[in-house]
């Protein structure tokens, strides 16, 4: 098995090998890391997607929009982009990009946008969702066709920091967790710390 | 209160390749401080399965409460002319690993078709260091003939050699399947740095003395005698380092900032007391005067070695002057008396001795800093993109003032460049001028990508966020990155150009070496030497009763 150090050294040595920049290749192989650390086959996407761009290097994107078009994005510099401006783009509430390569590629720039911001972010492609939580799991509703190698859509959404349960279950337990207090009796009342004294002085 | 108001060292200064090149060992040095927390740790010999030429399988411990670290070792036969310190080499006459807790039958079997490998053989999470050594011929067959015979070796043979075994590199940190330091990082007996990679080469050294008794044993049943324990404890583990140490420091800007933080921390500190007791001061004088055995024994070929060498030796004689005629405890601030006398008298060879020799009466000062010489760089990754240019063009101009002031149109600046040799995939330095391959330089020229990054914003609008920068220049990210870290970390970065045309790369390696607690520094180019640890050391089973100043305990 391959360490993690292993997996990141050798992801940005070929992203520099295939026209990234140092810096961009230094991201891509912490991105790789990452994903591999998830569950998700980050390695096999970045191998598809650098054979892909071989011959061709995909071009950068100089803005990131509300909407994102253009006949190829790159999941790498969008993400990149994306991660630079996150603090910006968070007003946006979604934001879509269209017609990305290998679109596992974006996950792990976003979930590190979601660290930063402090907040948890959808992203949907394919039929398939991505719970992006603070950088420390990526929830998904499909664990099995990660081979995607186009997604001709993706949105991005901010999502706002709420519970994932209602008042009433969240009482619900609280009464529950009452059950370890213990009944003052006049007797312990009298005890008690600042007992027969008044605040007033 | 520091009433002096001493301040830290400037980095422009002490950060320059000359002066780290004169970093010397310390009471921070790793080595020792693996000692000091090892020290009541129960150590044990499990194997020893060796035949009579010494080839086998032997595995030794170190085990507290529920935790064990075991290393494994495997010795082999080799040819002579398969005998290399060259980073290329194949076969060793030793390889060893550490395992995580107590190996099983089917993990010995795994490690012994692996381990012995070393770069083309793969190990898993369970182990957490890999190392291999060559003998040093002259020095251990020497020994094992001298032991068989009923003899003790010629101690004036092996003053001069050092160690019967040299290693030719350690790894850790994920390097061939070894386990990411994220498993392993809350143990607090490793919050040290390195502390794992020293405890395989202070177990190594055991094995080389085990090894050389049982030979001779084996030789000479009825005559053999075992090697003296002093002559043992004055023995180290050598070890021969090239370039691939280098990259390291340029690669882990907030682990160098913290080393040499707390090496300046402890530093202000001890110059801001007040007052200096006379036991302190005996301390420091005898810890000096017992080190010179270590200066005197320390042989080189290296010309450029040997120069810094007399320039300590003469600096000594000029401060033991001082010292005698011009200190006394009665002094306030004398450590600071002390150390401005050798900022103005001394070469840095010898200022920075003098340095580490002022460490040593102070355990209350040191060891609390010793916990924060590791450093997580990942925290430190990303980049603060909504700052401004204006913000980045401040910091370059307050931490790289010298680094933006090379011209580097001339040769002589952009004269190296810094690549991976394919065929072992370690570090290498070359002239562009002359070597092909300079189209795939490494990100380690520092200085000058600094420099044109620099030169590129200068010319921006200064109100613009770093994000909006890092769009049209995405070039210059690595170094982005880094001017931040040095913001928070003024440490981090090597002030110097590290591919001039008079670059000197084992100043490079000194530095790291000198926090290893390497001594008898011993260069064969200027771009690989050979050095000596645990020379000195408590022997295994003296571990629990041993004193920190052990590394001056080697005598002539």
Redesign the interface.
Known sequence: ??????IDTTSK?ASKAAG?????A??IG?AIRSLELFGLPGIKNLNLYLNKIEKKHPE????IDKENKNKELCPIYSG??F???C??LEILKNIKFYNVNYPILILPFIS?ASE?LGIKILIKFNKSSFLMNFNKSIFSNNLQNYDIDLANEISVEFLENKNSFSDTEWKELYKISEKTFVEESDSLKAKGAGAGLTDND | MNKLNIKLRDPNEIMKLSRLGSFHQSKLSFIRSFIREFKDWDYKRNLFDLDKEGYGTAIYSFSKNQRNYSLVCFAQHINSDERSDRVIATKWDAAFVLHDGIPTKEDIERLKKNVPKQEVGRV??KELTLSRANKSVRAFDHVVDSLSSGKQPDKKLLNKVGYLYRTTAVYG??????????RIKDRKEIYGPFRLEMMLVYLVRQFTFDQVNHIAKSKNPDKAIKLDSNIARNLGIGNSTGLGMAPFIVNHPTLLHNWIYCREKALKEIRSLEEVDINELDFFKECLIKSKASINSWVTDSKYQNNKINSLKDGLIKFEKFLKNECSVTQKYLWNKIYTWAENNLEDECLEYIVSMMMEPYDNIIDPLINNMSSEE?EY???P??KKISDLKKIIENNYKSIIKIDFNMKESNFNFWF?SKNKEEPRVANRHEEHGAELEQ?LAIARDIKKLYEKIIKEKQTNT??EF??KH????????RAFIVDQFPYSEIQDNTISASLVPIDMLRLKLSFFGAVKFDPRSDKWLRINMYQGAPLSHEMKTSNDTWVYNVVN
């Open positions: 098995m391959q360490s993690l150090s292993e040595r990234f920049s140092w810096g961009v230094e991201e912490k950068k994107i100089s803005k990149v982009a991660l630079d401006q603090k910006k590190k930063i | 898993s999470c940190s994920g390097k061939f399947g070894l386990a990411d330091r994220f990942d990754f990303t980049i993109t909504h991976i990100p770093i994000a890092l769009l995405d070039e210059a990210r690595h170094v982005v990155r």
